[in-house]
């Protein structure tokens, strides 16, 4: 059974950094994309960065480029989200997912995915 465990996250002041954890048990992939999304209450899950291993190639969302970084560590499946410049509407609750069958035009959409994490709190506050 695939997991995903999720760690890192916590408060943060307005400018300052947090940086998140994920990690893959269960199983081994060899093609996959592997990323971050947030949700807000009462809101969808929303796209904020992933790895694609075929390339190694990362994206963004507008709303982070430059300020997150996205980087996976070559001996395990997982990934980590440096977080720098937070702000308070990234304020969320952070997901890690996982996807086997992604390509380039549904690397952003949630319901390509296949395994999630638990989700972490993000919470940046003065």
């Known amino acids: 059974q695939v997991q995903l465990v999720e760690s890192g996250g916590g408060l943060a002041q307005p400018g300052g950094s947090l940086r998140l954890s994920c990690e893959a048990s269960?199983?081994?992939?060899?093609?996959?994309?592997m990323g971050w999304f947030r949700q807000y209450p009462g809101k969808e899950r929303e796209f904020v960065a992933t790895?694609?291993?075929?390339?190694?190639?990362?994206y963004y969302a507008d709303s982070v480029k430059g300020r997150f970084t996205i980087s996976r560590d070559n001996a395990k499946t997982a990934v980590f989200l440096q977080m720098d410049s937070l702000k308070p509407e990234d304020t969320a609750v952070y997901y890690c997912?996982?996807?086997?069958?992604?390509?380039?035009?549904?690397?952003?959409?949630?319901?390509?995915?296949?395994?999630w994490g638990q989700g972490t709190q993000v919470t940046v506050s003065s």
């Open positions: 269960g199983r081994t992939f060899s093609s996959y994309a």
């Open positions: 790895y694609r291993r075929n390339g190694g190639y990362t």
């Open positions: 997912a996982l996807g086997l069958r992604l390509i380039s035009s549904t690397l952003r959409n949630p319901t390509a995915y296949d395994y």
